[in-house]
């Protein structure tokens, strides 16, 4: 909040921020990379496949741009739930987390997210 000036898109989520889109891009990236090196230098990612012990290795740039993506596509999951609620006049999707707005609230990025990282991984992984 002390880094956010400009306002991603007030009428729709007063709170967010362009400076805070682009921090979590670039967080987002910076996961991808550390996942790529890892799996480039470790034999961390090991699994059987019909008896025979396959080790995945992740090209360090595209996970890099699959964190960017990622990192995009929870913001708009995050945005299309704010969209939600105030079309329905409400400022909590509910009360069982107190604080964080809701369970929704909480998911609402890996609802998004989630699918298109499924996909990718049954299409490249």
Do not use: C, N
Not at 22 to 48: C, H, K, M, N
């Amino acid at each position: 909040r002390a880094v956010g000036k400009r306002k991603l898109i007030p009428w729709l989520s007063p709170k967010k921020t362009v400076e805070g889109l682009g921090g979590a891009v670039i967080l987002a990236t910076v996961g991808g990379v550390v996942f790529g090196v890892i799996s480039q230098e470790t034999d961390a990612f090991v699994r059987s496949v019909d008896g025979v012990d396959v080790v995945s290795r992740y090209s360090v740039l595209g996970m890099g741009v699959l964190g960017a993506a990622m990192g995009l596509i929870g913001h708009a999951g995050d945005l299309t739930m704010s969209l939600f609620k105030r079309d329905a006049g409400i400022k909590d999707s509910s009360t069982l987390i107190p604080g964080l707005g809701g369970v929704l609230d909480v998911l609402d990025s890996p609802l998004f997210a989630g699918p298109f990282l499924y996909l990718f991984l049954a299409l490249v992984g």
